[in-house]
């Protein structure tokens, strides 16, 4: 089967940098995926890392470590529009399977 | 595009009664998932489809989940009859790729069993 695990929180400043981490069980890994949700809304996309490395898209970056099972979501110079949910997802044997989500909540 | 297009967007019914919730894809699209999603469980796959076929329906919960999609541009996901713990936002999303590693969500619909 596949799990994931990420934090259920994380609170953050304006302007300031911050990660969230997941990490996964999969059988059969392709790639491990990023979505945001905010409040009432549907999840987009955000990021896709097949292979190992970083990803910078803008504000937002996102790095995979294949042999850790691991990743995380770096944002930075944060905005209060980026308080929302974000999940990771892993695609395996079997379509998305999705994280429980970290509700990010930006502070002034 | 218009995206991915759901309705209704808030469904408020009775124990018993026979719910439909209905899903057009992207067009062009031809994966189409159903994801049921609550505070509890998160995000969870219940059946998805390639090219109008379903491929992956053990995620359906029970016999009283049912879902088509009888052409490319439409799906519903049906519940008969209906009980208070399918209350949850139902999502439909559709991607191009196999992986669905990018995948395209519609607004959701709101289900309230009372």
């Known amino acids: 089967g596949q799990s994931l695990e990420q934090p259920s929180e994380v609170t953050a400043v304006e302007g300031a940098i911050v990660q969230i981490n997941c990490t996964y069980q999969?059988?059969?890994?392709?790639?491990l995926s990023w979505y945001q949700q905010h409040d009432g809304g549907a999840p987009t996309f955000l990021s896709y890392n097949a292979l190992d490395g970083l990803e910078e898209t803008g504000r937002f970056s996102s790095f995979l470590s294949r042999s850790d099972s691991y990743g995380y979501l770096l944002l930075q110079e944060l905005q209060m529009k980026d308080s929302a949910s974000y999940f990771c997802a892993v695609k395996g044997n079997t379509p998305l399977v999705f994280g429980k989500g970290t509700r990010l909540s930006v502070i002034a | 595009d218009a995206g991915v297009i759901q309705s209704p967007r808030h469904e408020v019914t009775e124990m018993g009664q026979e719910v439909t919730l209905r899903c057009k894809p992207i067009s062009g699209h031809d994966y189409l998932f159903w994801y049921r999603q609550t505070m509890m469980r998160g995000l969870e796959l219940l059946i998805y489809f390639n090219n109008n076929v379903p491929i992956d329906d053990s995620g359906m919960p029970e016999d009283r989940f049912s879902a088509k999609m009888p052409n490319a541009s439409f799906s519903t996901l049906k519940i008969q009859p209906s009980e208070p713990r399918d209350s949850a936002v139902y999502f439909c999303?559709?991607?191009?790729?196999?992986?669905?590693?990018?995948?395209?969500f519609g607004s959701g619909t709101q289900l309230s069993v009372l």
């Open positions: 999303a559709s991607s191009s790729d196999r992986g669905g590693e990018k995948l395209f």
């Open positions: 999969t059988s059969g890994f392709y790639g």
